[in-house]
């Protein structure tokens, strides 16, 4: 009798950690926990590289924002027992090259996808059914952010110019100078966020400003009048380094993400 109380104790105990090993395996989210902003790193176990994509969660709403390489996009979603869905998704319409292009409109359908989200530490994974699709990290708190920003030993400028079209946009520090004089004599001058500062800053933090120089454009249709030519200079702590010419919209891919997020930036004021 005593040999059957023992097993069947030992047989409780061992149901009973099973069941708290199951419970601890998915942490229960909900909006509080799940609010913040998350920089997506994998997709379908390949690492995102050369782009920056995000996604947040606002803490006090069903509200989602976030960035796509190319576009930003908003909307809502609706979260119950880990599962998600998302509704309402709309984003901005600005026209991107090939590759990132495929890249944001796979990172839209797989969101639309996922069933199932969990957090694991500062990583947030979504599912589609029991396969992880999508692999996101918790940006940097934004206590920590503030002491990155400002930068104002970096300047950014980008021009672009054909027979009928000038466009210039300088970023230094939190000021945005826009100019579609060709004498440069007729600015509008705008704050950036300080979001979008962190955002210039995290995506300027992964340039090799060795090869900016050597950089070749991936298309030329500026050379047949096209595309407008467009140029991208870094100014850093004093030194000055310009990249050869491209096609406006077609960047070269290593600063591809710098030069979308600068046209970005442009075309959110544009809208104020």
Excluded: W
Aim: hydrophobic share 35%.
């Amino acid at each position: 009798m005593k040999i059957l109380l023992s097993i069947f104790s030992f047989l409780l105990l061992t149901n009973s950690c099973n069941s708290n090993k199951n419970s601890m395996k998915t942490k229960s989210l909900d909006q509080e926990s799940l609010a913040g902003t998350y920089i997506i790193k994998e997709m379908y176990n390949e690492m995102i590289k050369g782009q920056i994509l995000k996604i947040t969660f606002e803490s006090n709403s069903n509200r989602v924002t976030g960035f796509g390489g190319c576009n930003s996009f908003f909307g809502t979603y609706t979260l119950e027992d880990n599962k998600i869905s998302f509704g309402d998704i709309a984003s901005s319409k600005k026209f991107c090259g090939k590759a990132i292009g495929d890249l944001e409109r796979n990172f839209f359908s797989t969101l639309n996808g996922s069933t199932k989200i969990e957090l694991d530490e500062n990583y947030l994974l979504f599912h589609v059914d029991d396969n992880v699709v999508v692999k996101g990290e918790k940006a940097v708190a934004e206590k920590s952010m503030k002491k990155a920003v400002p930068n104002p030993s970096l300047v950014l400028i980008y021009k672009a110019i054909s027979r009928g079209y000038f466009g210039y946009i300088k970023i230094s520090n939190s000021k945005i100078s826009v100019s579609q004089d060709r004498n440069l004599k007729v600015f509008s001058d705008y704050n950036c966020t300080e979001e979008e500062q962190n955002q210039l800053i995290s995506i300027f933090d992964q340039l090799n400003l060795d090869e900016l120089e050597n950089l070749r454009a991936p298309t030329d249709k500026r050379l047949f009048d096209g595309a407008p030519i467009a140029t991208l200079t870094i100014i850093k702590n004093g030194i000055e380094k310009t990249t050869p010419s491209f096609d406006h919209g077609h960047p070269p891919k290593e600063i591809e993400a710098l030069v979308n997020k600068v046209l970005s930036i442009k075309e959110n004021i544009a809208k104020q």
